[in-house]
């Protein structure tokens, strides 16, 4: 069996209650209750960035690079707008709130990635003749990422 698979049936869901886990691990994730944020066309990307530490000695012209601290990152998806889903009313809240929430992403294959974040917006889009009224939200993330392999 091939190891890529589709992105269709991937399912993002958020805690419904705000905070940590017990621990950031599968078990502390698995743990807490979720509620699927509906009609999502959309997630893009996230993962992990280590900045990059220069140093410059006078003494040559090589510059030495040394790996510094991670930032896990950001990310956002996108929506059918649906005014009566119970995960886009959460993740709206979670927007203008200061606390953090844990997300579970599953894909088609059941493959889980978990996550502690910070929604930063929910906006919404109107578009065209043409377009089903949309929104997106953006996260950064503010924990480990838990990768649950197959």
Known sequence: MSEIHSA???KLSIATVAGAPATID????????????????????????????????LSNRI???FKGSINNGSGSYEF??????AGQ???????????AYAVKIEE???????????????VKKIGTIDNVVAGSANYEITSAIVEVPV
């Open 63 to 65: 510059i030495q690079k």
């Open 89 to 99: 009313i959460l993740v709206k809240a979670a927007s203008v709130s200061d606390s």
């Open 8 to 10: 269709a049936g991937t």
């Open 26 to 57: 599968q078990a502390g994730f698995a743990a807490k209750t979720y509620v699927e944020v509906g009609e999502i066309t959309n997630i893009g990307d996230f993962g992990a960035t280590v900045n990059v530490i220069n140093h410059s000695p």
């Open 108 to 122: 088609q294959d059941g493959a889980i990635t978990y996550f502690m974040c910070l929604f930063t917006s929910f």
């Open 80 to 85: 059918a707008s649906k005014a009566s889903d």
